[in-house]
């Protein structure tokens, strides 16, 4: 069965207009754990409940609301969500095309694949190869599920991606992290050591060399506790501490030791 889209749209360029559809890059692999009753085993059940009535609410029942005051909601209906979207529901406009470099990493959100739809594989084609040639990507929003998304279209394989961008004000100021206050900085050695072990351990990236091996621990333990075998929990190792001799750290490291 092809996969299904998550979304059939138009990205607006200039006059030019590329008929698109949306496919999750991405599927969650992460392990999912079920809550249950300590005492009996049980499944945990998360019931609908109106703290008003003091009763359960069956699903279409409920609806969503904004909190204007306290205990005071004002609910809109899909239409009325839909028309503060505007046209973003269906078209992605193009405000700006940017260097693909300029977009620091800590920007990028969810991504998806760009398909053509019919009738606009000529467009597509014509936005993917300027993309690639000019080593841009295009900036622009739409909104998805209630929500505007910032987005960022930038060509990849044969074709596009599409990345949800975080706003500026969703990004933390770096300024709460901890950083070095010594007045001793690396010596002109202990840097390039540093950069020869960085040599040493350079290679191409290959993402399918890398696997979650915690998730596949945590299904082993599963499996070996259902069998009812006993679990026990390894002595943490602690890393060697040789204080602040950085160089000695570095040779050792050079020299293939740890």
């Given at each position: ?25 991405t599927q969650s692999q992460s392990i999912s754990f079920t809550e249950v009753h ?199 190792d602690e890393p060697d501490d040789d204080g602040d001799d950085l160089a000695a ?10």
């Amino acid at each position: 069965m092809p996969p299904r889209s998550v979304w059939n749209g138009t990205i607006s360029f200039g006059a030019v207009h590329v008929p698109i559809k949306l496919y999750s890059a991405t599927q969650s692999q992460s392990i999912s754990f079920t809550e249950v009753h300590l005492e009996d085993g049980a499944k945990i059940e998360h019931r609908r409940f109106c703290t008003k009535e003091e009763t359960e609410v069956p699903y279409e029942e409920v609806v969503r609301g904004f909190e204007v005051s306290s205990g005071r909601y004002v609910v809109l209906e899909k239409e009325e969500a839909d028309a503060a979207a505007g046209d973003r529901t269906r078209i992605v406009e193009v405000e700006h095309f940017v260097p693909v470099g300029d977009i620091d990493p800590v920007f990028y959100d969810k991504p998806y694949y760009v398909g053509a739809r019919d009738g606009g594989e000529d467009a597509y084609r014509l936005l993917r190869d300027a993309l690639r040639k000019s080593e841009k990507a295009a900036i622009g929003r739409f909104t998805f599920h209630n929500r505007e998304y910032l987005v960022a279209i930038r060509p990849y394989a044969d074709g596009l991606a599409m990345h949800t961008l975080r706003f500026a004000d969703e990004i933390g100021g770096s300024d709460v992290v901890d950083r070095p206050t010594g007045a001793r900085k690396p010596s002109d050695k202990e840097v390039k050591m540093a950069e020869r072990l960085v040599e040493t351990l350079h290679e191409p990236f290959k993402p399918e060399r890398y696997e979650d091996t915690y998730r596949d621990a945590v299904l082993d333990v599963v499996k070996r506790k259902a069998a009812g075998k006993p679990i026990e929990a390894p002595e943490e190792d602690e890393p060697d501490d040789d204080g602040d001799d950085l160089a000695a750290a570095l040779e050792a490291s050079l020299s293939g030791g740890r």
